[in-house]
């Protein structure tokens, strides 16, 4: 009886384990300041062990490589040594993994799900076909010898309309300035241009499908920029 007993645990365990397969994508939430910020772990299992990369579709990132990633079922933990990120956790009893997320000294709760996130649902953003011109347009800045993808917006029926030229905050920020998902500068010029303004935006040099480097631009180069926009509008 007690030889059955013995067998039967370790068919009951070797069950328990083979449920907890690590190997897919699982998702999850930070609470951050009252913003919650998406991450998304890809978990592959190869020949010299397990691997992953880390998303953050909030912040328009994906595929970061994972420097360490360690799974020893029930416990779960990644660094990404870069980045100063390291998450420990454990599955539960409901088939999630409950943990820790640090970067820089900071922990914050993370529990994991099987799975991808649904996007989240924009109603704010337009759709196409717009009742207006939208079309591709590129910026010379020839003082730097780069140029300025963009994207110009017409109100329909109007031959000489006001027109705004969007320019950005702080940062290397795209045609629609995105953050979290967001695209206020796509809203906004939506907006403007469904109310007879012409509204002109750009990526940020060296940002998007715009040349140039970002990091190496001073606030008055970046003025420059504008005054490219400008000047293409005259």
Excluded: C
């Excluded at 360490?68 to 870069?82: G, K, R």
């Amino acid at each position: 009886m007690k030889q059955i007993l013995q067998v039967l645990l370790a068919f009951l365990t070797t069950l328990t384990l083979s449920a907890q397969d690590i190997v897919g994508s699982w998702n999850g939430a930070l609470k951050v300041q009252g913003v919650s910020l998406r991450l998304v772990l890809h978990v592959e299992n190869g020949d010299d062990g397990y691997t992953g990369t880390l998303d953050s579709p909030d912040q328009g990132a994906a595929g970061i490589p994972l420097s360490v990633l360690d799974y020893q079922a029930p416990s779960l933990s990644f660094e990404i040594e870069q980045l100063g990120v390291s998450y420990t956790g454990e599955w539960t009893s409901e088939g999630t993994i409950e943990g820790t997320f640090t970067q820089m000294g900071q922990s914050i709760p993370l529990n994991l799900s099987k799975g991808v996130p649904e996007p989240f649902k924009r109603p704010q953003e337009p759709t196409e076909p717009y009742p207006y011109e939208s079309k591709e347009v590129i910026i010379a800045n020839p003082t730097d010898g780069i140029e300025l993808s963009g994207t110009l917006t017409l109100p329909a029926g109007t031959e000489k309309p006001p027109v705004v030229v969007l320019i950005s905050g702080s940062g290397p920020q795209d045609r629609n300035e995105e953050v979290f998902g967001h695209k206020p500068f796509l809203v906004i010029s939506d907006h403007l241009t469904r109310n007879g303004i012409a509204v002109l935006r750009y990526d940020d040099r060296g940002t998007g499908k715009s040349t140039g480097d970002h990091d190496a631009a001073t606030s008055e180069d970046l003025a420059r920029d504008v005054v490219s926009a400008v000047e293409f509008l005259k």
